[in-house]
């Protein structure tokens, strides 16, 4: 469009006004000639080059070339422009005082006639200095290059959750989690393996946007080692950077999750426990097996007591008035004093039961020390042990070592049972499993199982399957098993439908629904 279109099309406005809108705009403008010597340029390019106008024109627009520019770039623009296309692009100029800048240039071929009415070709350069813009794109590009290069060189595994919980960007050591783990999504499973251990504590801690710090997860699978990582949560708002969000900021918010593998650590520390719990549980047996003995000499010592009591009323009651001078009554009554006086020395050298601190306790945990310290005996049994705990599992309140020992008393009956002579079935099966508020634990052994009519007897206290004189035989541990599951508010049966050996469960509250009841073991 020449400059009488434009005044055709825009009848409102005079050329004066275009002039003013060329010599005010915010943008260097210039125009040469077909040989890009320079015919006009605005105060705007004197602004940014440094040159007045007198000292440009003629001059041909490569004054501002920083000299450093590829000739190929020159090359790409005379070849659009000589094919009639505007071109666009960045060049390094250089300032009349010889200080570089980066130029955003637009040049466009404007075809026009002269005022004598001849044909001529016109270039209209226009440019803004994008010497910040440049830095500043640099400068983001540099950062996320190193940010990314740090992220994906870490050993830490990170991933950056939207607010759907999707993973938007991850880095190699967190995918290696996802591939050693067979977990499709690793960050689902950490959040859902952190709600169930930290329980309401987690729900407001997201409510909240308050990070969680180094909280130690245990992942474990059957075919594969237990793997522990210290988890981390913090939230990241981003702020929107489109126009309509300009006043109004609607700002992003994401999730980041960060993974330290501290299995290696954590190994070590569970050999170190494991001894001190050896130490701790062989102490507790030996006391516990007076504790039984005792028990055992007590109720057996009770029955007779009962029968001469019973016997000393019955001779009282027929010698009439004479009985204090009967030989018999005084004979019995002595007896019986003798029998309780025996029960109560009995009674005060029974050790006192331990007292133990209840607390959080993570069942897939007891099983599996118990499977460790049990390993000797497995081995010595020639028993295989097929273990599969569940992949998460929630706390129970309770006491760790009384449940180690309900757990060690249900493995070593399961040894013993399968431990005989020609038995060739030797296999243990323990699974963990959550049901509906339930923490489970099933062991399943290959023996030769509990007799419909003794299910509920196995649990009375001195009752034992075996004849008396073979080893282990008191007939005390399912009852105190029993005990234990009883204090912790859970329940221990015997499967009636399973026939192929013996099936036992134990179901301890999840400590979540208990907290929600109201609290402790009774
Ligand atoms: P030159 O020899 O001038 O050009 C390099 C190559 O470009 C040549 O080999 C040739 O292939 C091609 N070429 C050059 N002139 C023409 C032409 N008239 N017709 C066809 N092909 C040609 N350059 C900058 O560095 N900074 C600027 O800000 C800048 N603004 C410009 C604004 C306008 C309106 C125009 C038309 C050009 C502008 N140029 C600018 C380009 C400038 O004219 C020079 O081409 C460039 O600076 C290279 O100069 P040189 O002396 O290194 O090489």
Same mark, same amino acid.
């Given at each position: 469009?020449?400059? =009488? %279109?434009?005044?055709?099309?825009?009848?409102?406005?005079?050329? *004066?006004?275009?002039?003013?809108?060329?010599?005010?705009?915010?943008?260097?403008?210039?125009?040469?000639?077909? %040989?890009?010597?320079?015919?006009?340029?605005?105060?705007?390019?004197?602004?940014?080059?440094?040159?007045?106008?007198?000292?440009?024109?003629?001059?041909?627009?490569?004054?501002?070339?920083?000299?450093?520019? /590829?000739?190929?770039?020159?090359?790409?623009?005379?070849?659009?422009?000589?094919?009639?296309?505007?071109?666009?692009?960045?060049?390094?100029?250089?300032?009349?005082?010889?200080?570089?800048?980066?130029?955003?240039?637009?040049?466009?071929?404007?075809?026009?006639?002269?005022?004598?009415?001849?044909?001529?070709?016109?270039?209209?350069?226009?440019?803004?200095?994008?010497?910040?813009?440049?830095?500043?794109?640099?400068?983001?590009?540099?950062?996320?290059?190193?940010?990314?290069?740090?992220?994906?060189?870490? /050993?830490?595994?990170?991933?950056?959750?939207?607010?759907?919980?999707?993973?938007?960007?991850?880095?190699?050591?967190?995918?290696?989690?996802?591939?050693?783990?067979?977990?499709?999504?690793?960050?689902?499973?950490?959040?859902?393996?952190?709600?169930?251990?930290?329980?309401?504590?987690?729900?407001?801690?997201?409510?909240?946007?308050?990070?969680?710090?180094?909280?130690?997860?245990?992942?474990?699978?059957?075919?594969?080692?237990?793997?522990?990582?210290?988890?981390?949560?913090?939230?990241?708002?981003?702020?929107?950077?489109?126009?309509?969000?300009?006043?109004?900021?609607?700002?992003?918010?994401?999730?980041?999750?960060?993974?330290? *593998?501290?299995?290696?650590?954590?190994?070590?520390?569970?050999?170190?426990?494991?001894?001190?719990?050896?130490?701790?549980?062989?102490?507790?047996?030996?006391?516990?097996?007076?504790?039984?003995?005792?028990?055992?000499?007590?109720?057996?010592?009770?029955?007779?007591?009962?029968?001469?009591?019973?016997?000393?009323?019955?001779?009282?009651?027929?010698?009439?008035?004479?009985?204090?001078?009967?030989?018999?009554?005084?004979?019995?009554?002595?007896?019986?004093?003798?029998?309780?006086?025996?029960?109560?020395?009995?009674?005060?050298?029974?050790?006192?039961?331990?007292?133990?601190?209840?607390?959080?306790?993570?069942? %897939?945990?007891?099983?599996? *020390?118990?499977?460790?310290?049990?390993?000797?005996?497995?081995?010595?049994?020639?028993?295989?042990?097929?273990?599969?705990?569940?992949?998460?599992?929630?706390?129970?309140?309770?006491?760790?070592?009384?449940?180690?020992?309900?757990?060690?008393?249900?493995? =070593?009956?399961?040894?013993?049972?399968?431990?005989?002579?020609?038995?060739?079935?030797?296999?243990?099966?323990?699974?963990?499993?959550?049901?509906?508020?339930?923490?489970?634990?099933?062991?399943? *052994?290959?023996?030769?199982?509990?007799?419909?009519?003794?299910?509920?007897?196995?649990?009375?206290?001195?009752? =034992?399957?075996?004849?008396?004189?073979?080893?282990?035989?008191?007939?005390?541990?399912?009852?105190?098993?029993?005990?234990?599951?009883?204090?912790?508010?859970?329940?221990?049966?015997?499967? /009636?439908?399973?026939?192929?050996?013996?099936?036992?469960?134990?179901?301890?509250?999840?400590?979540?629904?208990?907290?929600?009841?109201?609290?402790?073991?009774?």
């Amino acid at each position: 469009m020449n400059s =009488s %279109n434009t005044a055709q099309a825009f009848p409102e406005i005079s050329e *004066d006004v275009f002039r003013h809108v060329v010599e005010q705009s915010a943008i260097a403008i210039s125009v040469t000639d077909a %040989n890009a010597r320079i015919l006009y340029v605005n105060p705007v390019f004197c602004t940014i080059t440094g040159y007045a106008l007198e000292e440009v024109l003629g001059c041909n627009q490569s004054l501002l070339s920083y000299k450093s520019t /590829p000739k190929e770039v020159y090359q790409e623009m005379w070849g659009e422009l000589t094919t009639g296309r505007a071109w666009h692009g960045r060049l390094l100029n250089r300032r009349r005082d010889g200080s570089p800048y980066v130029a955003d240039l637009t040049v466009t071929p404007v075809r026009t006639t002269t005022i004598t009415g001849q044909p001529v070709l016109r270039y209209l350069g226009m440019h803004w200095d994008a010497t910040d813009s440049h830095r500043m794109e640099r400068q983001l590009q540099n950062q996320r290059q190193l940010v990314e290069s740090v992220v994906e060189t870490a /050993p830490t595994a990170v991933a950056l959750l939207d607010g759907e919980g999707h993973v938007v960007l991850d880095n190699p050591a967190y995918r290696r989690i996802g591939q050693d783990l067979s977990l499709v999504d690793p960050a689902r499973a950490v959040m859902g393996s952190l709600r169930e251990s930290m329980g309401g504590n987690f729900d407001q801690a997201v409510a909240a946007r308050r990070p969680i710090v180094n909280h130690e997860l245990r992942f474990d699978h059957a075919e594969r080692e237990t793997r522990w990582f210290s988890c981390s949560l913090s939230w990241v708002e981003e702020q929107s950077s489109t126009a309509d969000a300009f006043y109004d900021a609607e700002n992003k918010v994401y999730l980041l999750l960060v993974m330290n *593998d501290i299995t290696v650590a954590k190994r070590q520390q569970e050999t170190a426990r494991l001894a001190a719990m050896r130490a701790v549980l062989s102490e507790g047996e030996l006391s516990q097996s007076l504790r039984e003995a005792l028990s055992g000499a007590i109720f057996q010592l009770q029955g007779p007591v009962n029968l001469i009591s019973a016997a000393a009323n019955m001779q009282r009651r027929r010698a009439g008035a004479g009985a204090d001078k009967d030989p018999l009554v005084q004979a019995l009554a002595e007896a019986r004093e003798a029998g309780e006086t025996a029960i109560a020395t009995l009674q005060s050298a029974l050790p006192a039961e331990p007292l133990e601190a209840t607390g959080p306790v993570n069942l %897939n945990e007891v099983v599996r *020390d118990v499977l460790m310290l049990e390993t000797q005996d497995f081995l010595a049994a020639g028993v295989t042990v097929d273990w599969t705990p569940a992949r998460t599992l929630p706390s129970v309140s309770g006491e760790a070592t009384a449940l180690r020992n309900l757990f060690r008393q249900l493995v =070593s009956n399961a040894i013993e049972a399968m431990n005989r002579r020609g038995w060739k079935e030797r296999s243990l099966s323990v699974i963990t499993s959550v049901r509906g508020g339930q923490v489970e634990v099933e062991l399943t *052994d290959t023996g030769p199982g509990i007799p419909e009519e003794l299910r509920l007897k196995i649990f009375e206290p001195f009752f =034992s399957t075996k004849k008396p004189g073979q080893g282990g035989a008191r007939g005390v541990g399912l009852a105190l098993a029993q005990e234990i599951v009883r204090r912790h508010r859970g329940v221990l049966e015997v499967d /009636p439908h399973y026939h192929g050996g013996c099936r036992l469960r134990v179901s301890l509250p999840d400590m979540r629904s208990e907290s929600a009841r109201d609290g402790g073991i009774a």
